[in-house]
């Protein structure tokens, strides 16, 4: 696989992510008078306090973060964000462009404030979800993050959080409470929806399964499920006997059939079953 078609595998995501992120801001946060965390969130203020267009600040707030971020993460980790940064500022330039000649309309709101802030929480987080799985960011406190993670040992969740709180919390100057604790909603459906779109849209089960049959367990699922099996030597800390365990993983329609196989085999087999978020290998996903 050349390297090209690697470099457009992701960007191709991280451009629609981005596209998402700024259709997000300008057509549900902005127009109702909500707010974002980090350096996002000062634009929107600067938005709301001096009428500065979210693009042109938004880069501006940016290239001093992204110039520090060079210079202590490195050309290799920065290439992405760059991109994310870019195509950020110009989408939101296109859609501050397609709002202003009435081609696109926002989504106003005179009294149902929870349905924007869902709909607001979706469209963020499902496009810096879709950026974040493909390796970019859109700058700012992400990149303040992972120096501090590096450097002070803080976690980026934590950095994040705390920025974002106090962002927000500035934000009470300009806006009132219910549309902060309508804000904090969005926030929190962005985040779980980012997670996921992360960990992966689907969850596979891993099977450990504890019997004295391991080879013949191991045989039918290979042949009836076609599936990868480890087995792996263990020791019945109680009985003293030696056994196996039998560790594979599997979709979700095939958790039925893999029961039975074990149950058919060995009935006394002890089975530990985990969710599984994200699966990269033969069988599954390639990367």
């Not at 459906?189 to 004295?212: H, R, V």
Request: aromatic share 10%.
């Amino acid at each position: 696989m050349s390297k090209i078609f690697i470099h457009l595998r992701n960007v191709i995501p991280i451009l629609i992510g981005t596209a998402i992120y700024a259709f997000g801001l300008h057509y549900f946060v902005i127009p109702n008078q909500l707010m974002e965390g980090g350096v996002t969130g000062i634009a929107v203020l600067l938005n709301y306090a001096a009428g500065w267009p979210l693009s042109i600040s938004t880069l501006l707030l940016n290239i001093p973060l992204f110039l520090l971020g060079w210079k202590a993460l490195g050309r290799g980790q920065m290439m992405y964000t760059l991109l994310g940064i870019v195509a950020l500022s110009a989408f939101l330039a296109l859609m501050e462009q397609l709002i202003g000649k009435g081609i696109l309309i926002p989504f106003q709101s005179s009294n149902d404030y929870m349905l924007v802030a869902l709909y607001a929480g979706v469209s963020l987080g499902a496009g810096l979800g879709i950026v974040f799985r493909f390796g970019g960011t859109t700058g700012g406190v992400d990149i303040v993050a992972r120096i501090v993670t590096r450097s002070k040992g803080i976690s980026m969740g934590q950095f994040i959080l705390t920025m974002d709180a106090i962002i927000i919390g500035i934000s009470l100057l300009y806006i009132p409470m219910a549309k902060v604790l309508y804000t904090l909603v969005t926030v929190f459906i962005a985040s779980k929806l980012i997670d996921f779109i992360q960990d992966g849209a689907y969850a596979a089960k891993a099977f450990s399964i504890i019997t004295d049959h391991g080879d013949a367990i191991a045989r039918k699922i290979t042949v009836e499920l076609e599936r990868g099996v480890t087995l792996i030597p263990a020791k019945g800390v109680f009985s003293g006997q030696q056994k196996e365990v039998v560790y594979c993983v599997v979709q979700r329609q095939e958790i039925r059939r893999l029961k039975a196989i074990v149950r058919n085999t060995d009935p006394r087999a002890f089975i530990v079953i985990n969710e599984v978020q994200d699966v990269l290998g033969e069988g599954f996903k390639e990367e």
